[in-house]
């Protein structure tokens, strides 16, 4: 008789827990979701689809060009990499 009262609370708690987190995983996918996004929005700076940050990208007119940063000088290739060896199919 115990063995079967023990069996029965553990069906009992496994099948709770799983009414339980049928029952809460929205709200918890949705709060992974949402600190999710804060962390992207901390590391990138800006949510680009929020219309109060679009505002304050268009002070410059629309079409202007700026440059950050120069680009670093690339060293040339040497023209001296090897010799083209001509092969020639053999039927």
């Known amino acids: 008789m115990v063995f079967l009262k023990t069996l029965l609370i553990i069906?009992?708690?496994?099948?709770?827990?799983?009414?339980?987190?049928?029952?809460?995983?929205?709200y918890l996918m949705k709060y992974i979701a949402k600190k999710a996004g804060q962390r992207f929005e901390q590391t990138f700076g800006h949510n680009p689809y929020d219309?109060?940050?679009?505002?304050?990208?268009?002070?410059?007119?629309?079409?202007?060009?700026?440059i950050d940063q120069m680009p670093t000088k690339k060293k040339g290739s040497k023209s001296d990499v090897g010799e083209y060896v001509d092969y020639e199919e053999i039927d």
Request: charge should be positive; proline fraction near 6%.
């Open 11 to 26: 069906l009992l708690v496994y099948y709770g827990l799983k009414i339980l987190f049928r029952l809460l995983k929205p």
């Open 51 to 66: 219309p109060n940050t679009q505002k304050r990208k268009s002070k410059d007119k629309e079409g202007s060009v700026s």
